[in-house]
Structures are given as structure tokens and as C-alpha cells.
């Protein structure tokens, strides 16, 4: 099957002479949800900008559906629809007028009954005549979304869809995210809510200083790079960890009062069984035990603190 | 070709126009009719006839001119100096349409708000002053090559301007001057020898002097020359847009 994007040595030299992408490699199937993780100034708003036409790349290539980006222009951006990280709106327009604007400008007849159907969807069919300067926050990120699916993508760009958003709508949005989804469209999601990312996406990429340090899916990610930990609760606080334990992955936590032991999930022994009964043999009691995965912001953090 | 793009732009454009039409409209209107009403009525009365044609009705072409030169640009300047400031710039960007499209939509939409106020004020003036207009397919074709050429220029005013004070520069401290001196309220015939040969580098008496001669058969240059000045003009911004576009200058980092 035609990925729905493939990226070949891409790489974006600004005039100032920042270099914002570094020979980026990529391909983002269709149908699937790839979450694209980065620190800001990363490049990620960059990459976006160059699938999508607005910035022009120094070298490298891009195709949409197997159509060139610059060769094609016309048949990939078609496929497109882009929801940017600004509130950029016409502000003086209606609801209504602006995805329909959207819907021509890509090259599509007039739908009404899609239009209809898409701010419904966003719960903004009650505000079709309202203008947008009139609207909130929240309805203004909805335009936009409508206004990128005005004209039927089938590849959706979400860059930092509910920053500054409330948790009732982010929940709105990764549902909306997860329909689409079903319908088959192709959604690259950037955010800076590690959470969101770790919801929605099926596959992971994280860029830093230009560079795509990571791909993968996020599954493999989560098993690869989270370590899973115990931590035993003491009964009575220790000085340090005993050396009758000292060829273990132990840390005592700082107030003396737990045990924190590492280990690897898939592995054939995790240890723990042998560490309890040891516990029990040097006379530590226990009042309380929990294990603990490390979530994809954990992971994320560690990633770009080691590049 | 992306018909529904420039369809939709085109609309978006002359929306803005009905929506503010005491500023696109009225104002310009009202503005030139007093024009019309100072020096065609009241001091044109007591101004003597300049080459057999009345002065109330001589300085008709160049008001209208005056009027279509700073509004298409300023028409076409806004259309798309707009979404660069809102930042809606990036639809337009990620969009399937080519520069030829874009500058359809927009410098179209200009061209058409300008020819309507040009004949608006043609409309008006025939309140004020008697004339008749000799070549009327000339005089609409002037009209509506003079909007278009310089809606296109205006767009590329808009593409240029960072911020709203540039938007109003050229109009203001180039046009307007050439307007006043490239003879809309007299015949270039009238002045000493230097400054007639001084007036032939000035681009605007060119297409002063061609109007004029679509109403009343007289002009100060060959209308071949006015007709050729227009569409080098035209061919001339076309020529700079398409280069912008294929740059990206201005639009793209």
C-alpha cells in the first residue's frame, strides 16, 4: 500500500542560517495515528509546514499519497488538511462562509450537507451564522478543525490541537480524532500533552535540534525505553541499603521509608519473588508494595535529555 | 484549473467590499463628486474651455482616473495584506491553487469593485456636469485595464507590506502625486516646454491622457502610447507577482 507520507532526506536551512531540519527520514503509513513529539524549536511546526506547502524545503524530498510535494502540488496538498498551532480565523467572517471558503479553496463543489455533517460533528452547527470574532477559544480551534475538513482530507495535520484548551473539549477532540481514524484518515499529531500523544497516536516520533532521534511504535517504545519499578513501603526507615542486598537494582528513596527495585517486565525471572523472600530473611517487614510503568513523558524527558 | 478557488476567493472579496461599503463605496464616491461639485460647478464656470471641452467636463477622466488608480490598489493591497497580518496567510499556502489562481481571485475581485466605482462616479459626475463620451468601448476598456493593471500592482504592494503604515506609502507618496501631475486637471499642452518633456516620464499622464481621449477625442500623447503604457504596465506586475510566487518572497521562509 502507498504510505500516505514518505520523506526522503529532508532538510530546511532558514536564511538566518538556522538549520531547522537535518536530513529527515520518514514515512507515516495510512490510516495510522503518528504522534510527533519535540521540545519547542524543534523543527516540528517546520516538517508540517513542508508537507503542507507553506515553507519551502532547502533539499530533500516530500510525497503525500505518492504525489511530490513540489512536482504535484496540486494533487498532494488536495489530500491535506491542516489544523495549525495558531487561532488564525477570519474573524469577521461566519462559521458558515468560512468552511465553505475552505471547502472551494481546495478545490472541491459545494456540499452542504458535508458542511453540515462536520459542524455538527464539532457541536458548532448552532453557531453556523455567528461570526468568529464572536465565538470562544475553544469554538475558534473547532472552526479551524472544520474548516480542515471541509474539503473531505485523507490526511489530517492536528499541530498542538488543545494547547490552551479545556479537558472537556481535549476529550471532544481525541474522540473526534479516534472517528476519523475509523473513516481512514491519516491524522500527525504534534503536542506538547505527552498524555494526548500516549492516548491517541499508534506510532511515536521524536524530533530534537532537527533530528528525528526516535520512530516507533509506541508499544514498542513504551516496552523498550519504560522500566517498570516496585517500591516496597518499609515498616521501620533504613540507614542504607543493607549489603546483603547489595547486588540488587535497589535505591533507597529519600526519606529513608522505601525500597525501590527496577526490573525488566518481559524478562523470563523479574527477581521479585527472590528479593521478598531475602526481605524476609534480613527481617525487613513491608506495609505496603506497588509497581510502577514509566509513562511516555518520562521516557520523552530522558530522550532528549540524553541527546 | 481550480475554478472553486478562484470562485471562493473572488466571493470572499466582494463580500468584504458589501460589508463595508461606506468605506469601499460611498467614501470614494463622496469624496470625487466633491471634486466634481468645487471644480466642475463652482470655479469650472469661471475657467476658460481647454481644447474646445468645458472644465468642469475636461477634468471628468482624470478624477475617475484618480479614484480607480488609488482604490485598486488599495482594493487589492488590503485583500491580501489581510491574511498575512491574521496569519490565515497559511490556508492559502497549504491550498491546491496556483499563483495564477491566487492573483484571479484577489486582483479580480479588486478590478471589479474599482470599474464599479469607476462608473458609480461617472454616474454621479453627470449630476453635476453635461458631457459625452466619444469611444464608450475604449472608455470601458481603458477603465477596466487601468483596475486590473493596477490591482495587480496593489497586490504586490500587499505581498510587500509588513505592516498597514507601507500599505498606504506608495498610494499616498507616489500615486497621488503622479496623479496630480500627470495632468487630471489639465492638459500637460499648458505647461512651459521643460516640464511638458518632464511629464512624458510620468507613467499616469499616459493613461490620464488615453481615458480622456475615449470621452472627448482629444489627448496630449498618442492613445496608441497610452494603450501601450497600460499594458506594459499590466505585463510588467504580472511579471514581478509570478516571480514573488515562484520564490516564495515574502510568502514562504
Same mark, same amino acid.
Given at each position: 500500500?502507498?504510505?500516505?507520507?514518505?520523506?526522503?532526506?529532508?532538510?530546511?536551512?532558514?536564511?538566518?542560517?538556522?538549520?531547522?531540519?537535518?536530513?529527515?527520514?520518514?514515512?507515516?503509513?495510512?490510516?495510522?495515528?503518528?504522534?510527533?513529539?519535540?521540545?519547542?524549536?524543534?523543527?516540528?511546526?517546520?516538517?508540517?509546514?513542508i508537507i503542507c506547502g507553506i515553507v519551502t524545503p532547502s533539499s530533500g524530498r516530500v510525497?503525500?499519497?505518492?504525489?511530490?510535494?513540489?512536482?504535484?502540488?496540486?494533487?498532494?496538498?488536495?489530500?491535506?488538511?491542516?489544523?495549525?498551532?495558531?487561532?488564525?480565523?477570519?474573524?469577521?467572517?461566519?462559521?458558515?462562509?468560512?468552511?465553505?471558503?475552505?471547502?472551494?479553496?481546495?478545490?472541491?463543489?459545494?456540499?452542504?450537507?458535508?458542511?453540515?455533517?462536520?459542524?455538527?460533528?464539532?457541536?458548532?452547527?448552532?453557531?453556523?451564522?455567528?461570526?468568529?470574532?464572536?465565538?470562544?477559544?475553544?469554538?475558534?480551534?473547532?472552526?479551524?478543525?472544520?474548516?480542515?475538513?471541509?474539503?473531505?482530507?485523507?490526511?489530517?495535520?492536528?499541530?498542538?490541537?488543545?494547547?490552551?484548551?479545556?479537558?472537556?473539549?481535549?476529550?471532544?477532540?481525541?474522540?473526534?480524532?479516534?472517528?476519523?481514524?475509523?473513516?481512514?484518515?491519516?491524522?500527525?499529531?504534534?503536542?506538547?500533552?505527552?498524555?494526548?500523544?500516549?492516548?491517541?497516536?499508534?506510532?511515536?516520533?521524536?524530533?530534537?535540534?532537527?533530528?528525528?532521534?526516535?520512530?516507533?511504535?509506541?508499544?514498542?517504545?513504551?516496552?523498550?525505553?519504560?522500566?517498570?519499578?516496585?517500591?516496597?513501603?518499609?515498616?521501620?526507615?533504613?540507614?542504607?541499603?543493607?549489603?546483603?542486598?547489595?547486588?540488587?537494582?535497589?535505591?533507597?528513596?529519600?526519606?529513608?521509608?522505601?525500597?525501590?527495585?527496577?526490573?525488566?517486565?518481559?524478562?523470563?525471572?523479574?527477581?521479585?519473588?527472590?528479593?521478598?523472600?531475602?526481605?524476609?530473611?534480613?527481617?525487613?517487614?513491608?506495609?505496603?508494595?506497588?509497581?510502577?510503568?514509566?509513562?511516555?513523558?518520562?521516557?520523552?524527558?530522558?530522550?532528549?535529555?540524553?541527546? | 484549473?481550480?475554478?472553486?478557488?478562484?470562485? *471562493? /476567493?473572488?466571493?470572499?472579496? =466582494?463580500?468584504?467590499? %458589501?460589508?463595508?461599503? #461606506?468605506?469601499?463605496?460611498? !467614501?470614494?464616491?463622496?469624496?470625487?463628486?466633491?471634486?466634481?461639485?468645487?471644480?466642475?460647478?463652482?470655479?469650472?464656470?469661471?475657467?476658460?474651455?481647454?481644447?474646445?471641452?468645458?472644465?468642469?467636463?475636461?477634468?471628468?477622466?482624470?478624477?475617475?482616473?484618480?479614484?480607480?488608480?488609488?482604490?485598486?490598489?488599495?482594493?487589492?493591497?488590503?485583500?491580501?495584506?489581510?491574511?498575512?497580518?491574521?496569519?490565515?496567510?497559511?490556508?492559502?499556502?497549504?491550498?491546491?491553487?496556483?499563483?495564477?489562481?491566487?492573483?484571479?481571485?484577489?486582483?479580480?475581485?479588486?478590478?471589479?469593485?474599482?470599474?464599479?466605482?469607476?462608473?458609480?462616479?461617472?454616474?454621479?459626475?453627470?449630476?453635476?456636469?453635461?458631457? *459625452? /463620451?466619444?469611444?464608450?468601448? =475604449?472608455?470601458?476598456? %481603458?477603465?477596466?485595464? #487601468?483596475?486590473?493593471?493596477? !490591482?495587480?500592482?496593489?497586490?504586490?504592494?500587499?505581498?510587500?507590506?509588513?505592516?498597514?503604515?507601507?500599505?498606504?506609502?506608495?498610494?499616498?507618496?507616489?500615486?497621488?502625486?503622479?496623479?496630480?501631475?500627470?495632468?487630471?486637471?489639465?492638459?500637460?499642452?499648458?505647461?512651459?516646454?521643460?516640464?511638458?518633456?518632464?511629464?512624458?516620464?510620468?507613467?499616469?499622464?499616459?493613461?490620464?491622457?488615453?481615458?480622456?481621449?475615449?470621452?472627448?477625442?482629444?489627448?496630449?500623447?498618442?492613445?496608441?502610447?497610452?494603450?501601450?503604457?497600460?499594458?506594459?504596465?499590466?505585463?510588467?506586475?504580472?511579471?514581478?507577482?509570478?516571480?514573488?510566487?515562484?520564490?516564495?518572497?515574502?510568502?514562504?521562509?
Open positions: 500500500m502507498q504510505p500516505a507520507i514518505n520523506i526522503e532526506a529532508l532538510t530546511k536551512t532558514y536564511r538566518s542560517g538556522l538549520e531547522a531540519l537535518k536530513a529527515i527520514d520518514l514515512t507515516i503509513a495510512q490510516g495510522e495515528i503518528f504522534g510527533l513529539l519535540g521540545p519547542n524549536g524543534a523543527g516540528k511546526t517546520t516538517l508540517i509546514s510525497s503525500v499519497g505518492g504525489c511530490d510535494v513540489v512536482a504535484q502540488y496540486r494533487a498532494a496538498r488536495a489530500k491535506i488538511g491542516l489544523v495549525p498551532q495558531e487561532l488564525s480565523t477570519d474573524t469577521f467572517e461566519t462559521v458558515w462562509a468560512t468552511v465553505r471558503f475552505s471547502r472551494g479553496l481546495f478545490g472541491k463543489p459545494p456540499n452542504p450537507a458535508h458542511l453540515e455533517a462536520v459542524l455538527r460533528d464539532l457541536s458548532l452547527w448552532d453557531k453556523r451564522d455567528s461570526k468568529i470574532m464572536t465565538l470562544s477559544g475553544g469554538m475558534k480551534r473547532r472552526v479551524l478543525v472544520a474548516k480542515a475538513l471541509a474539503h473531505e482530507p485523507e490526511i489530517l495535520f492536528l499541530d498542538e490541537p488543545t494547547a490552551g484548551v479545556d479537558v472537556e473539549l481535549r476529550r471532544g477532540m481525541w474522540g473526534l480524532v479516534r472517528r476519523l481514524r475509523d473513516r481512514g484518515v491519516t491524522i500527525i499529531l504534534t503536542t506538547h500533552y505527552l498524555e494526548e500523544a500516549e492516548e491517541m497516536a499508534d506510532r511515536i516520533g521524536v524530533i530534537n535540534k532537527g533530528q528525528l532521534i526516535l520512530v516507533e511504535d509506541k508499544a514498542t517504545i513504551m516496552q523498550r525505553f519504560g522500566a517498570k519499578q516496585l517500591t516496597l513501603h518499609l515498616m521501620h526507615p533504613l540507614d542504607a541499603i543493607p549489603a546483603a542486598l547489595a547486588d540488587l537494582p535497589l535505591v533507597l528513596s529519600e526519606d529513608r521509608h522505601a525500597l525501590i527495585y527496577t526490573f525488566d517486565q518481559h524478562a523470563e525471572r523479574t527477581g521479585i519473588a527472590a528479593l521478598l523472600q531475602r526481605l524476609r530473611e534480613l527481617g525487613i517487614g513491608y506495609r505496603d508494595l506497588h509497581t510502577h510503568e514509566s509513562s511516555l513523558e518520562e521516557i520523552f524527558v530522558d530522550l532528549i535529555r540524553e541527546r | 484549473m481550480n475554478w472553486h478557488a478562484i470562485r *471562493q /476567493i473572488y466571493r470572499f472579496e =466582494m463580500s468584504r467590499t %458589501f460589508r463595508t461599503v #461606506t468605506q469601499s463605496i460611498a !467614501s470614494p464616491v463622496l469624496s470625487t463628486s466633491l471634486y466634481f461639485v468645487v471644480f466642475g460647478s463652482a470655479i469650472g464656470s469661471r475657467v476658460g474651455a481647454i481644447d474646445g471641452i468645458s472644465y468642469g467636463a475636461f477634468i471628468i477622466p482624470g478624477l475617475v482616473m484618480m479614484s480607480l488608480l488609488s482604490e485598486s490598489i488599495s482594493n487589492a493591497a488590503f485583500g491580501i495584506y489581510m491574511p498575512k497580518w491574521s496569519g490565515t496567510i497559511f490556508e492559502l499556502l497549504s491550498a491546491p491553487v496556483s499563483a495564477f489562481e491566487v492573483v484571479a481571485g484577489y486582483v479580480g475581485a479588486a478590478a471589479t469593485k474599482s470599474v464599479m466605482l469607476g462608473l458609480l462616479i461617472l454616474a454621479t459626475a453627470r449630476l453635476f456636469v453635461d458631457y *459625452q /463620451i466619444a469611444h464608450p468601448v =475604449m472608455m470601458v476598456c %481603458f477603465l477596466a485595464l #487601468t483596475a486590473l493593471s493596477f !490591482s495587480l500592482f496593489g497586490f504586490m504592494i500587499g505581498l510587500w507590506a509588513d505592516d498597514f503604515q507601507k500599505l498606504q506609502l506608495i498610494p499616498l507618496m507616489v500615486i497621488a502625486p503622479l496623479t496630480f501631475l500627470g495632468g487630471a486637471f489639465y492638459s500637460i499642452k499648458m505647461l512651459p516646454p521643460l516640464w511638458q518633456q518632464i511629464s512624458l516620464f510620468n507613467p499616469v499622464m499616459y493613461l490620464i491622457s488615453g481615458f480622456r481621449w475615449s470621452f472627448f477625442d482629444v489627448s496630449d500623447v498618442n492613445i496608441v502610447l497610452s494603450f501601450s503604457a497600460i499594458v506594459a504596465t499590466m505585463l510588467l506586475c504580472l511579471t514581478l507577482i509570478w516571480l514573488i510566487f515562484k520564490t516564495g518572497w515574502k510568502l514562504k521562509n
